[in-house]
């Protein structure tokens, strides 16, 4: 079967307590919100949690070598990172993660930067810790986003701020960060002793005409200032395995996230979290190549959809993710409005881009890591939709 068949088998995963599929009663509903994606993930995965299965013993985990050994050779192998196996944290999640490394870093009562529109867990991440949040919103001009370096130095200035939190690649406006933009920023936070966390989830879904610059890469003074988040969870879609990993080189930050994640209870992982990793990270990289593409292809198949039936909507260049950015302030309704009658008309769930904050209230969200007919029948109940209103 050559590749692009393999994306495009249906798999159904209504009524198998799929949070993405059976969130809503409507047993028709198209889900193109949360961030996982509908294909099987890559053969060489599903084998070695089959072999894990087989052995029929869960017990508790001591994890290998070969697990250090992976991250360490992706890192590399695909980013030019060198990961120090002593650097390494693993834990349950990024966001379990991200909460951590806040609690560890900050007192109640200090300040982190956040760059709006953004994922949204790194709100609660920063309030949940009883930290205050600063918004550095980006920069929306000629269709794309850029850093608010201006507005940056500003707020950075302020000796309560102690951390800054990047979404690096950003979700949800698809940018892959340059080289150019993260030493600017880092110098910025850095001139005012500010620690960057670099939540870097979608490294590798980065797509050709680009390449995810590593924050933590771009020379000692970034290693020695910077926290960064990683997981194989959105690139091989293993979001339920629950596994994520920190790498930290400051020994003195680390000792304090390792105590964090020992409070919080998620120092931990499972066999299949394991498995799972090392055959991602260490078979899986041509499979992962086949799915870029196939993103692409739908990306590309959304725009020209897009441009002909409804042109006054702006669709953002995705250089990242699989999650497509689209202005829709042409239609003059909000876009929790939108969101909210798409889904009780047409039963067609989208993000309301205002759940990333204020500046994303005109913009829609979508999830397109789908089958290509799935995708086909959610634009068709949008224009549907949109031919109602229009």
């Given at each position: 079967m050559r590749d692009p068949e393999i994306f495009d088998l249906p798999v159904s995963r209504r009524a198998t307590a799929s949070y993405k599929w059976d969130s809503s009663p409507a047993d028709d509903v198209i889900p193109m919100w949360v961030a996982d994606m509908d294909f099987r993930t890559a053969p060489a995965i599903i084998r070695a949690l089959i072999q894990r299965v087989q052995q029929g013993v869960f017990g508790y985990t001591k994890v290998p070598d070969a697990y250090f050994d992976a991250i360490i050779h992706w890192f590399e192998q695909q980013h030019q990172f060198v990961v120090v196996r002593e650097h390494i944290l693993f834990t349950t999640g990024v966001?379990?993660?991200l909460s951590a490394v806040v609690k560890a870093l900050t007192v109640p009562g200090d300040s982190v930067i956040v760059q709006t529109p953004v994922?949204?867990?790194?709100?609660?991440?920063?309030?949940?810790?009883?930290?205050?949040?600063?918004?550095?919103p980006l920069l929306y001009r000629d269709g794309t986003y850029q850093f608010d370096f201006d507005d940056l130095e500003q707020k950075a200035a302020n000796p309560n701020?102690?951390?800054?939190?990047l979404c690096n690649p950003h979700n949800p406006v698809g940018r892959s960060w340059s080289a150019e933009e993260l030493r600017r920023l880092g110098e910025i936070c850095f001139r005012h002793q500010i620690t960057v966390i670099s939540d870097e989830i979608h490294c590798d879904l980065v797509y050709a005409s680009k390449r995810h610059v590593v924050f933590a890469g771009?020379?000692?003074?970034?290693?020695?200032?910077?926290?960064?988040?990683?997981?194989?969870?959105?690139?091989?879609?293993l979001a339920?395995?629950?596994?994520?990993?920190?790498f930290c080189s400051n020994p003195e930050f680390r000792k304090r996230i390792d105590k964090a994640l020992n409070v919080n209870e998620v120092c931990e992982i499972t066999p299949f979290a394991v498995d799972g990793l090392i055959a991602a990270y260490t078979e899986s990289?041509?499979?992962?190549?086949?799915?870029?593409?196939?993103?692409?292809?739908?990306?590309?198949y959304f725009c020209e959809y897009i441009h002909h039936c409804f042109p006054e909507i702006k669709i953002l260049p995705l250089e990242a993710t699989y999650l497509v950015w689209t202005d829709c302030s042409a239609l003059n309704i909000s876009a929790q409005q939108l969101a909210d009658e798409l889904k009780e008309k047409q039963h067609l769930w989208i993000?309301?881009?205002?759940v990333y904050g204020v500046t994303g209230q005109n913009f829609l969200r979508w999830?397109?890591?789908?089958?290509?007919?799935?995708?086909?029948?959610?634009?068709?109940?949008f224009l549907v939709y949109l031919k109602d209103v229009n």
């Amino acid at each position: 079967m050559r590749d692009p068949e393999i994306f495009d088998l249906p798999v159904s995963r209504r009524a198998t307590a799929s949070y993405k599929w059976d969130s809503s009663p409507a047993d028709d509903v198209i889900p193109m919100w949360v961030a996982d994606m509908d294909f099987r993930t890559a053969p060489a995965i599903i084998r070695a949690l089959i072999q894990r299965v087989q052995q029929g013993v869960f017990g508790y985990t001591k994890v290998p070598d070969a697990y250090f050994d992976a991250i360490i050779h992706w890192f590399e192998q695909q980013h030019q990172f060198v990961v120090v196996r002593e650097h390494i944290l693993f834990t349950t999640g990024v966001v379990p993660a991200l909460s951590a490394v806040v609690k560890a870093l900050t007192v109640p009562g200090d300040s982190v930067i956040v760059q709006t529109p953004v994922y949204n867990c790194f709100f609660s991440s920063v309030r949940n810790n009883q930290c205050e949040l600063v918004d550095n919103p980006l920069l929306y001009r000629d269709g794309t986003y850029q850093f608010d370096f201006d507005d940056l130095e500003q707020k950075a200035a302020n000796p309560n701020t102690k951390l800054l939190i990047l979404c690096n690649p950003h979700n949800p406006v698809g940018r892959s960060w340059s080289a150019e933009e993260l030493r600017r920023l880092g110098e910025i936070c850095f001139r005012h002793q500010i620690t960057v966390i670099s939540d870097e989830i979608h490294c590798d879904l980065v797509y050709a005409s680009k390449r995810h610059v590593v924050f933590a890469g771009l020379g000692n003074e970034f290693l020695a200032n910077s926290v960064t988040l990683s997981s194989p969870s959105k690139a091989f879609n293993l979001a339920g395995l629950h596994v994520a990993n920190i790498f930290c080189s400051n020994p003195e930050f680390r000792k304090r996230i390792d105590k964090a994640l020992n409070v919080n209870e998620v120092c931990e992982i499972t066999p299949f979290a394991v498995d799972g990793l090392i055959a991602a990270y260490t078979e899986s990289a041509g499979w992962l190549e086949a799915l870029k593409n196939y993103l692409r292809s739908n990306y590309d198949y959304f725009c020209e959809y897009i441009h002909h039936c409804f042109p006054e909507i702006k669709i953002l260049p995705l250089e990242a993710t699989y999650l497509v950015w689209t202005d829709c302030s042409a239609l003059n309704i909000s876009a929790q409005q939108l969101a909210d009658e798409l889904k009780e008309k047409q039963h067609l769930w989208i993000t309301a881009g205002s759940v990333y904050g204020v500046t994303g209230q005109n913009f829609l969200r979508w999830n397109i890591a789908c089958p290509r007919h799935q995708l086909q029948e959610a634009l068709d109940r949008f224009l549907v939709y949109l031919k109602d209103v229009n």
